[in-house]
């Protein structure tokens, strides 16, 4: 792996970015149920092969078509979003494959949904929003429990009955253990410092513990004001806090901000952590706000601290608006 400052200067020296290509056979997951009407399978989840059996898992979200009305009360819009009056209902979806290509909804007896009494939900009817599932595997520290999820939930809208068993209502990061990554047991949340983000992944460190990527907002940058983006006035950027064991988080810090070669209004979604040799590398999802679209970007570190681009250029390309792939790519949590 080649860093920027490995050299002094980049004279007689040419980036080049290997340009993935989609597998004949997407789209893999398309909407059939009435759940996941709108989307089977928004990026905000974790898709891994399982270490223990191998087969490929997914624990993605799901959104249906409709914007249900119990997400506003009288006239207070959702809360984080003043702009908004409804909200569609992100719920984690569980999915299955043999061989990553031809995936199963297995029929759970977790979650009901109008005269479907199994489905592939895994808290639906209990909160009001559940995303960005972070599943660890570790069967060798936790061999009675070798499945751990971190995800954002907002347990506090319209719910007053079947509330996760365990958990009171509040907003932001969950943490669940699980023997078989299906039934999940409740351990703690949510944090008190993750309140008003919902962009995030949770990581092992590769010198140890727990990270956590997420995103942060803060005032745009000159240049960067976009008025009919759903966050005005603002840019999205990426932060990092560590902990030793998953519970005692540092304060944040700041590892992903646009640049001098960025767009003023570009910013930034999520940024994975894959350690690989040495260093590390990762997938960013790059929003720029002026044209609405996201794009999928490489990125490597040594430290997890300071991150280097080689280029701005898209490492998986845009389909055409319109086309399935076209206006916004999500990355999941990790790479396979």
């Known amino acids: 792996m080649i860093y920027q400052d490995d050299f002094i200067e980049l004279a007689n020296i040419g980036w080049r970015i290997e340009q993935a290509q989609l597998d004949p056979n997407n789209p893999l997951i398309v909407p059939e149920m009435p759940w996941d009407s709108a989307t089977p399978c928004v990026g905000h989840g974790t898709v891994l092969k ?40 992100f719920q984690i979806a569980y999915y299955t494959s043999e061989d990553g290509v031809q995936w199963e909804r297995p029929e759970l007896d977790l979650c009901t949904y109008g005269e479907h009494e199994k489905t592939n939900l895994l808290f639906y009817g209990k909160c009001g929003r559940s995303t960005y599932a972070s599943v660890l595997i570790d069967p060798d ?20 009955k079947d509330l996760i068993e365990g958990f009171e209502k509040g907003r932001g990061l969950f943490r669940y253990r699980s023997a078989d990554g299906i039934h999940w047991r409740p351990v703690e949340g949510p944090t008190d410092f993750l309140k008003d983000g919902d962009s995030l992944y949770v990581y092992r460190d590769k010198d140890g513990g727990y990270r956590l990527h997420h995103k942060i907002g803060m005032p745009a940058f000159p240049g960067g004001n976009v008025p009919y983006d759903c966050y005005p006035g603002g840019t999205r950027t990426m932060w990092r806090r560590t902990s030793p064991d998953g519970t005692e988080w540092s304060e944040r810090v700041p590892i992903l901000l646009p640049d001098w070669r960025d767009h003023p209004a570009d910013q930034f979604m999520d940024l994975g952590y894959q350690p690989y040799g040495e260093g590390i590398i990762a997938i960013v999802t790059a929003y720029h706000s002026v044209s609405q679209t996201i794009d999928a970007q490489f990125a490597a570190s040594r430290d997890g601290r300071t991150w280097w681009r080689p280029s701005r ?3 998986l390309p845009l389909a055409p608006l319109g086309d399935i792939g076209g206006g916004m790519i999500w990355m999941t949590r990790e790479l396979i």
């Open 50 to 89: 399982d270490p223990i059996d191998g087969r490929f898992k997914a624990w993605v979200v799901a959104v249906e078509d409709e914007e249900p009305q119990d997400w506003v009360f009288g006239d207070i819009p959702y809360p984080g979003y003043p702009h908004a009056q409804h909200q569609y209902r």
């Open 313 to 315: 250029q898209p490492c």
């Open 141 to 160: 520290e936790n061999p009675a429990e070798p499945y751990e999820m971190f995800v954002f939930q907002d347990l506090s809208l319209g719910y007053d």
